[in-house]
C-alpha cells in the first residue's frame, strides 16, 4: 500500500462542454483550450512529485488524446470518473484511491491558486490525524478535500453548483463525526471576471498567457 495519493479530476476538453461559462468571451474552442491547458498546468506544478502517486479521473473521455499526451508526459495514471454527479464521482474516486493508499488529497483541475505546498499541507494534516482536510473555495464551494476515510454519505445531499457547497459539506462532516480541519480558502476560475486574476498568478504557464493575450486580457 502507498501512503500518499493525488487525485486531480479533469474533464476532457472537448469543444462545447468544457468550460462552458467561458464561451461567451473565448468561443467555444478557447474555452475547451482553456480547461486543457489549467489542467495541463496543474500537472506541471503538482503532477511529477516523488512523494506521492497522482491519478488523473477523466470525465466524458478517457481515451481523448490529451489525455494520452498527459499520461505519456507525466508520471500518472489515467482513471475514469463513475457517478451520475459530482458527489458520486468523488465519492467512488476518493474509496478507489483509499483502497490502496493511507492519505488521498483530490483537486479540481481549474483550482488556479493551488501550488505544491498546499498540497503538501493537506497531506500533512491528514498524517498528523485529521480524518478529513477541506479547502473552501471564495465562491462558497471547495477546492481540495482528502481524508484517510471516507463514509458514504459523505458527499450525500450537497447543491453542487451553488454558493452552500462548503456549508453543506461542513454540515455532512460534523453529522458524521468526522476530525476534520478547513485548509487555507482556494480559488478556481468559474467565471470571465476570474481570468484577469488568473493573468497575474505569479507562475502562469505561457500558454495560458498566450489564451489570455488572444483574448486582450
Given amino acids: 500500500m502507498t501512503s500518499r495519493k493525488l487525485i486531480i479530476l479533469a474533464k476532457a476538453p ?3 462542454h468544457a468550460k462552458s461559462r467561458m464561451i461567451p468571451l473565448l468561443g467555444s474552442e478557447g474555452a475547451a483550450r482553456l480547461h486543457q491547458e489549467l489542467t495541463h498546468w496543474l500537472l506541471t506544478k503538482m503532477g511529477n512529485s516523488p512523494d506521492y502517486e497522482t491519478e488523473l479521473w477523466c470525465a466524458s473521455d478517457i481515451d481523448h488524446p490529451f489525455f494520452v499526451e498527459c499520461a505519456a508526459e507525466f508520471a500518472i495514471t ?7 454527479d459530482l458527489g458520486e464521482r468523488q465519492l467512488f474516486a476518493m474509496m478507489s484511491g483509499l483502497a490502496n493508499a493511507k492519505s488521498v488529497v483530490m483537486v479540481g483541475s481549474d483550482v ?3 501550488i505544491m505546498s498546499d498540497i503538501e499541507n493537506a497531506f500533512q494534516a491528514i498524517e498528523q490525524g485529521k480524518q478529513v482536510v477541506i479547502a473552501p473555495a471564495e465562491d ?3 477546492g481540495l478535500i482528502g481524508g484517510s476515510r471516507v463514509a458514504k454519505d459523505l458527499f450525500s445531499g450537497i447543491p453542487w453548483g451553488t454558493h452552500q457547497v ?3 459539506m461542513v454540515n455532512n462532516l460534523n453529522r458524521l463525526e468526522f476530525e476534520w480541519q478547513a485548509l487555507p480558502e482556494v480559488w478556481d476560475l468559474d467565471c470571465p471576471e476570474e481570468l484577469v486574476r488568473l493573468g ?7 500558454a495560458l498567457l498566450k489564451i489570455l493575450e488572444v483574448n486582450g486580457l
Fill in 14 to 16: 472537448i469543444v462545447g
Fill in 78 to 84: 489515467l482513471k475514469l470518473q463513475q457517478g451520475d
Fill in 112 to 114: 488556479a491558486s493551488l
Fill in 140 to 142: 462558497g464551494g471547495y
Fill in 166 to 168: 462548503y456549508e453543506a
Fill in 200 to 206: 497575474r498568478h505569479p507562475l502562469i504557464s505561457e
